[in-house]
């Protein structure tokens, strides 16, 4: 289960003394109790895949600040920490393998249109999940309707 392999990891980057990685899956880890105190729940790999693309999601926004910023050891920081947050996520697809696989989504949906975006967004994220961030979605989807 993804809650012990990241408690795991946690106690080797303790051990290594890799605070990156440390401070890193401790985010996640204070992410996953988060929500579980919150609704009461135990969470599940798949809820825990959930939280950690939002994360790596906000740590990409953030990269586009700290460039305006020209924060040159903040952006290197925050990449060394999208890389260490992508080992726990599903294989990310290529933009081509995304692509046929909205193709066929499309297909299924009879879409035509750039009005027929949001029933493709949602069912393209349905399927693809976390192999695939929604801003490339989203630019995938566009792309093909038009």
Sequence with gaps: MLKEKLMEDLKNSMKEKNNIKKNTVQ???A???QIEKDKGIEVDDQKIIEIIAKEVKGKKDAIVDFEKGEREDLIN???EEIAILQEYLPKQLTKDELKVEIEKIIKELGATTIKDMGIVMK????RIGASSDGRTINEVVKELLN
């Design 31 to 33: 992410a996953i109790l």
């Design 27 to 29: 985010m996640v880890r």
């Design 77 to 79: 920081q925050t990449n």
């Design 123 to 126: 069912e393209a994220k349905a």
